[in-house]
């Protein structure tokens, strides 16, 4: 079974093309893997700008579209005919709000055959809500044009699937996911069976990472760029809080320890602040990993979970990876995606429609979820 995936959620411009092996699933190839990344455009405003980002998402879908069936050898030139009638009334009222992307689709449509496609997974949600509809109806478009079913996935279920990818797991699972929007912990009883046990009661752990480096004058995204500084560096003398790492429960809460970030920031006197830079990166990342490693593990042992999984862009974080590792001492499965699938990426969404493939949606019936839950 060929899936084709896509994913606009925020500012990346993903697709990717998987196959499943087997249909129990944890045996998938990759065929073609494509992030266009939207950072040096966002760079400039110090976070993601919506309607930029599906701008950009509407410039992009075509041209990655292309390139992923290629790299798949599924890209197939036919003899031109032109669409019209029905066909073009119908496709343009998809993408009546994508003029850019609809200006892209047809000639495309006009010059290949149809690939060799089982099933379109496009992610509905959660998401900004202007990115996540350019990826939706660019999917419609498709399953229309193509006559292919599609499925919308789950961003976080997808975050949390993307293990699946050559694993098996055992449940019930404790799954920690951490990404710009979300820092939640997630006790999973198998594939589709989801409790949210813990979250953050403001911002989300990649969140604190991106506003710590605006502090610091870092520029975006932040996760990278405090790693990346925090190198080399094994202890501070700035210290900041853990926040909540030892309430009972399984919340988190980011707000505080950026607002420590800001005040001890303003403290240190300008000419200090070059010198001590590295050891605030290393300090600040210290007590985002610390409070995430003691919850999730916490949970795991509480919940009596077999497996703990990662998931999320921030999952992408070394510091994290190998205090995790550590600290799990081979008392638990541990499934950590490789860092390119840590970001996000539409492999995942391929994994997740791929699971979701019994749930097939009519493509009238598509629609944006911008605060789904999972
Ligand atoms: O999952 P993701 O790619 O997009 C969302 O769904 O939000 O996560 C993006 C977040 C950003 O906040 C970014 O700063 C963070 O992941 N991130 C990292 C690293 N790479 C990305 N945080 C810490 N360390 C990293 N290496
Ligand atoms: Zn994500």
Known sequence: MKILAIETSCDD????VIE?????????NIL???VSSQIEIHKEWGGVYP?????????NLTYVLKKALKESSLLKIKKASKVKGSKLKAINSILKREPELLKKLIPFFEKYEKPDIDLISVTIGPGLEPCLWVGINFAKALSYLFNIPVVGVNHIESHILVNLLNNKCLFPAVCLVVSGGHTQLILMKGIGKYKIIGETKDDAAGECFDKAAKILGLGYPGGPVISKNAEGNTTSEIKLPRPMIYSKDYDFSFSGLKTAVLYSWQEIKTSRRKKILKQMCYEIQEAIVD????KTIKAAYDYKAKTIILGG???ANERLRKQLKEKVRGEFQLLIPKKNLSTDNAVMAGIS???????????RKLKAKANLRI
């Open 20 to 28: 499943a092996r087997s249909k129990k699933g944890a045996d998938f």
């Open 353 to 363: 429609g791929f699971y979701q493939r019994s749930k097939k949606t009519p493509w």
């Open 51 to 59: 309607t930029l980002a599906k701008r950009e998402h509407q410039r």
């Open 32 to 34: 073609s893997d494509l």
């Open 313 to 315: 862009g921030v999952s």
């Open 291 to 294: 409070v995430l490693i003691k």
């Open 13 to 16: 411009t993903s697709i990717a």
